[in-house]
């Protein structure tokens, strides 16, 4: 009776626990990005036109078309993950582009060149 008991009793700890845990954990996919261990979904490219490049301040002006976050079409400055991106841009430039919130700043993490 007492193994019967512990047996119902684990199951049903595990039964309450393992929800809570698997929620926690994001799903591995083949063709996801890896950033500091954790699977990150492929970002979702936006169309821009550099605008102006200020490598003084580590920033890029682009005009946008709308973000995959709901921000709508516009021109601004993005800080870039890497400043050596920097010297890849030049005013006129089409590019690809995914951003992201980083230390509070919209950030360029992604490019390609159109």
Do not use: C, Y
Not at 13 to 28: D, F, G, I, Y
Not at 92 to 98: K, P, R
Not at 108 to 114: D, Y
């Amino acid at each position: 009776m007492k193994t019967m008991l512990s047996m119902t009793l684990a199951a049903l700890v595990a039964a309450t626990t393992m929800p809570a845990l698997a929620a926690n954990e994001k799903p591995q996919t083949a063709d996801a990005h890896h950033h500091g261990g954790h699977a990150m979904a492929p970002a979702t490219l936006t169309e821009g036109l550099v605008k102006k490049v200020d490598k003084t301040a580590g920033r890029v002006t682009l005009s946008h078309g709308p973000l995959p976050n709901g921000m709508p079409a516009m021109t601004m400055m993005f800080r870039v993950k890497d400043p050596a991106w920097l010297d890849q841009f030049k005013a006129g430039d089409q590019i690809l582009f995914a951003a992201d919130q980083v230390n509070g700043a919209m950030t360029v993490v992604e490019f390609k060149r159109k």
